[in-house]
């Protein structure tokens, strides 16, 4: 043999082993019962075609009884040919028929009962043949425990969720249901499995704390954003969440990559009625985790809407903002944050964030509703008047400085503090503008005269400087 026919050969090998450690498993149902194609890898193929109730002797090697409408056909095939078994019922309780190939064999006398015991345990806990007696079985012997033990067992997620949810149709005690939820969960690795069986038990999993709990919890166990956002969404639905399946909910949207699942999870929570204000706190925490500008502040928003936080709630709002990029959707928030009443800690907290918003629109936009909407001390007064002093562009500082002035309410004081800082404004025409707002407060006081006097002496401009003079003669 010649080097590239050994390669081909080699190929064809590699090619062969491959195939045979791929294994597939196809199941579709009709009306006529349910076809189940399991192939090991290629070599070793089963082809089932079954219907009715199928009871399996103790030791799952042989058909104990059939229903009157059931029906069992099991076929292998192997490099070295095919075998066929064919159960029905009759009139004397149940009929096989053995076939090697095309060819009916007697099933005692030439193998086919042999046969048949050798593959049927290797079938039932690949295929759901005999699923309802054998769960009956289990059940029977050590009630959910017993049943689980052989979910353990089965090859399958497939057939590991058919026998879950045959085992939930028993009368299982609801203190069971943390631990099925837990095993089962524990006992399979694909989620869409996983989410099948959950979905399919929450009408009798949400009816006890523990059961509900479980839930949550186990949505943190999957791997898929996808598939714990159904879970939570759907139980969310049906049920107010304890603190422990918060914990657990808070918990699984952590782990998620996806900021929209996170979201998702994070607003369907905060649509419950009576959450704490401790455990929106939490909530309101976990948005750092949250990459997106936008989809943070669409939970933040919504946390915000929420009745009687507290200022712990608010400093956290805070904490998260810092990490938003975006002015805008800083803008969002802490406008949004401001419909609330502030401790001057906070607010003086709030005056400092503003120096992290680059543009001079967006901050204005922040100081402006600030002094509409807030009851500030002296202290925080002059600080939010020096921050808008200090923006690159006079425009918005003018602007913020003159909002500061309306009111009837507007002190000496804080008539002074702005006087003080109004020297920052580098436009002679905006300067101007600042002092001529402050004029009608000034007249009458020594003190702010003298304070309105030395700012106007920062205008370089004669027009501007007599114009503000002639303001307070």
Not at 380 to 403: E, F, G
Request: with cysteine; charged share 25%.
């Amino acid at each position: 043999m010649n080097r590239k026919s050994l390669l081909i050969y080699f190929l064809m090998l590699v090619s062969l082993v491959a195939s045979a450690q791929r294994e597939t498993y196809s199941s579709s149902s009709s009306k006529n019962g349910t076809h189940i194609v399991f192939n090991r890898g290629g070599i070793n193929s089963f082809n089932v075609e079954m219907r009715g109730k199928i009871e399996l002797t103790d030791d799952d090697k042989d058909v104990k009884s059939i229903s009157s409408d059931g029906y069992l056909e099991i076929t292998k095939t192997t490099f070295g040919g095919k075998r066929t078994v064919v159960i029905t019922p009759s009139a004397t309780g149940i009929k096989r028929e053995y076939y090697e190939g095309f060819d009916k064999k007697d099933f005692e006398k030439d193998g086919g009962r042999q046969w048949l015991g050798e593959i049927l345990p290797e079938l039932v806990r690949s295929t759901t043949i005999g699923a309802e007696t054998r769960v009956e079985r289990f059940f029977k012997q050590g009630g959910a425990n017993a049943v689980l033990n052989e979910i353990d067992k089965l090859d399958s997620d497939h057939v590991k969720t058919a026998y879950a949810n045959l085992l939930m149709k028993k009368n299982v005690s609801s203190k069971d249901y943390p631990t099925i939820i837990s095993r089962f969960v524990s006992s399979v690795s694909s989620d869409h499995y996983r989410t099948e069986f959950l979905k399919s038990g929450l009408d009798k999993f949400l009816t006890t704390k523990e059961g509900t709990d479980a839930v949550f919890a186990a949505s943190t166990k999957m791997e898929s954003d996808h598939y714990k956002t159904v879970v939570i969404k759907e139980a969310l639905e049906s049920q107010a969440p304890s603190l422990e399946a918060i914990k657990s909910i808070l918990a699984a949207s952590n782990k998620m990559e996806s900021d929209h699942y996170k979201t998702e999870v994070l607003t369907s929570l905060l649509r419950k009625n009576d959450l704490s204000d401790a455990v929106i706190s939490e909530m309101i925490n976990s948005t750092k985790n949250i990459e997106s500008d936008h989809y943070r502040t669409i939970v933040l928003t919504k946390a915000l809407a929420k009745q009687g936080l507290s200022a712990t709630s608010f400093q956290r709002v805070l904490e998260s903002v810092k990490d938003i990029d975006s002015d805008h959707y800083k803008t969002q928030v802490l406008t949004t944050l401001m419909d609330n009443k502030l401790s001057n800690e906070l607010n003086a907290q709030l005056i400092d964030l503003s120096s992290a918003i680059n543009s001079d629109h967006y901050e204005a936009v922040v100081l402006t509703d600030m002094l509409k909407s807030q009851t500030l001390t002296d202290d925080v007064y002059k600080k939010l008047v020096t921050r808008a002093s200090q923006c690159s562009s006079d425009h918005y500082s003018t602007q913020i400085l003159m909002a500061a002035l309306q009111g009837s309410s507007v002190t000496n004081a804080r008539v002074q503090a702005i006087l003080d800082v109004a020297g920052n404004i580098n436009s002679d025409h905006y300067l101007t503008q600042v002092l001529l707002k402050a004029a009608p407060k000034v007249k009458g006081d020594v003190t702010l005269m003298e304070a309105y006097r030395k700012a106007a002496k920062k205008i370089n401009s004669e027009t501007y400087y007599g114009q503000a003079l002639r303001a307070i003669d």
